[in-house]
């Protein structure tokens, strides 16, 4: 029977399976971080139970760690956190990129930066945001800590089958628009909830002629569609980002799991449950107004009025997260005027995202009125910048040049926006209170996040891009 | 985990849809390293206003709902992040059931390793339970076994759950000792694949 990819995979890691009951799936790679894992680790001591396989976990430290005078945290509750996950990698053998580790960065960046996360692999993490390593053709999901502790102790985990969903993504997106307003563009018209219970696949031109960075912040907020999980099918692009990869497989043997990759993809009559639509073309770059990311439109958009909305709830929706924002109705999304700008986070802080932004902020500055701050997603993103001189760019610019780190994405650390002031932020979320409490998130792409920090309001990158290569 | 069936309560009516895990218990909560003590942050910022004095118009806040062990919300609840913070919030601030016409899949799966009961209703049933739970105090009964919520006026909602999850709730099991029941077909797996 032909399958999807999501099916493939699936069937591939069934260990057990019984009519009435979830399946029961091995899980190939399970990531650890600081903040879902310490109840786990405790469950374990508490039941004299040991980690299964040592050797297919991995953890760092990311939603904790200060971004800058490093190495002192001066929250001790983190602090205690962050030494909880040191002993406890310690005492299950679970190999751990700490604060001073040449690889250590956000989870999601460094996962397919050491070429741990590889096509056909099932894949979790206690953190939604897990679905990023769905660009290499990966079943990846996050999980609560409950599932952290039953992946540890049996590295399985029940999971009843999800149904498939492809999204396909037609023709080309044009000048200035990325990955991230393409994911946003989704999000926005077919709404956060769409994905529940289903694993995406996404499928199309536009989608093929990403590159691997470009898939991964697609894949990254399939779950902001509600998506269990989100992948893009394994072709050359995904093979030539893993060769050479440190724990990718090597020389014969990578090739002959090259090829074995390349057949995991999509049977041609395969069916989905649910199938959805989008052009590329007509995906302007985007800007969130309100407080999901679903709320947000393209930048030549006005915010909508109660008048767009039918039912009672959406137009009681957008009238409170206009509240919480401080918008109007039918205000022009470049009227909006930021007061921080935050280039970071498993969305939008690997190198090829720091370098769209250099290139908006070269040999210009920051407003006065803004303060921005750039994030590597990881210390290898941040030492690769370096070494091309895209740290003095930001620098030169006005904006701080940080360690690698979570950081204001969600502002567990320091990194916090004040109550009452707005962010252009790369980043995934835009919930009340997300970076930081009564703080306003704007989710952008780097390019509009640093095009907004010059100009202390949003701006139509693509308008300054054409200006830059004149 | 505490097995959970029958559950009779006045419901606490939340009339908002996406309410997403930062809201149901905020990242500057997540630090603690155990799984207990989180229920005084649940919807913190909600519950409170930024001077720390008490938002009186917050549901949670109005005396009428005291002790209440069920919540209803709108679609979509515990959206976004997969911090098992959030469950934890809520089962310690003392609900066991949370009633919504859908639930975002981390959080759904969540709830039922700690003992909540999620239950999925229609739209136009919740807008019942809002609304009557708004104008006053009103009790359900809920019963796992018999998959029904009876309100008040005797009027019976039957909801779905899995077969899995139901005898898990019911019997209060935890989840990773039933797998060791499997542990020769996790070995055999693993020599298959190695």
Redesign the interface.
Known sequence: MAKTIIEKIWDEHI??EEE???D?L?IDLHLIHE??S??AF??LRL?N?KV?RPDLCFATMD??VPTKNLPVIN?P??K??IT?LEKNCEEFGVQLADMQHPDQGIVHIIGPELGLTQPGKTIVC???H?STHGAFGAIA???????V??VL????L?Q?K?KTMEIRVTGQIGFGVTAKDIILAIISKFG??VG??HIVEYTGEAIRGLTMEERMTICNMS?EA?A?AGLIGPDETTINYLRGRRYAPQGEEFEAAAERWLALNTDEDAEYDQVLEIDADEIEPFVTWGT?PSMGSGISANIPTSADYVSE?EKS?LRSALEYMGLEEGMALTDIEIQHAFIGSCTNARLSDLEAAAKVVKGKHVHPTVTAIVVPGSRTVKKQAEEIGLDKIFTDAGFEWRESGCSMC???NDDVVP?GERCASTSN?N????QG??SRTHLVSPSMAAAAALHGHFVDVRKIEAAVQI | MEPINKIESVLTPLNK??V?T??II???F??????TGFGEYLFY?WRYH?DGTKNEEFVLNDPRYDGSTILVA???FG??????HA?WAILDYGFRVVIAP?????FY??CF??GILPIKLSVAEIDEFLQKGKEAPYTLTVSLEDQTVTGEDGSVYSFDI???SKKMLLNGWD??SL??Q??D??TE??QK?A
């Open positions: 260990v057990y009435g009951k979830p029961l091995y903040v879902t310490p109840q405790e469950g039941a139970r299964r939603h904790n929250d509750i983190a205690k956190q909880t206690g953190d939604s897990t999901f996050g999980i609560g800590t409950s599932e502790e039953h102790s049996t590295q399985t029940w009843s999800p956060i909830g529940t219970g779950i509600g269990k999901n709830t929706a969600l502002a567990m109550a979320r919930f009340e209170g997300r409490a009564g | 849809n996406n997403d930062d809201q905020s990242k500057e997540l630090k603690r390293i155990e799984r910022h930024a709108h679609d979509n959206c976004g992040s997969s911090r098992e469950p859908s639930f975002a899949d981390i799966s969540n390793k700690n899995d077969p899995y989840e990773i797998t060791f499997y542990e077909k996790i797996y693993e694949h």
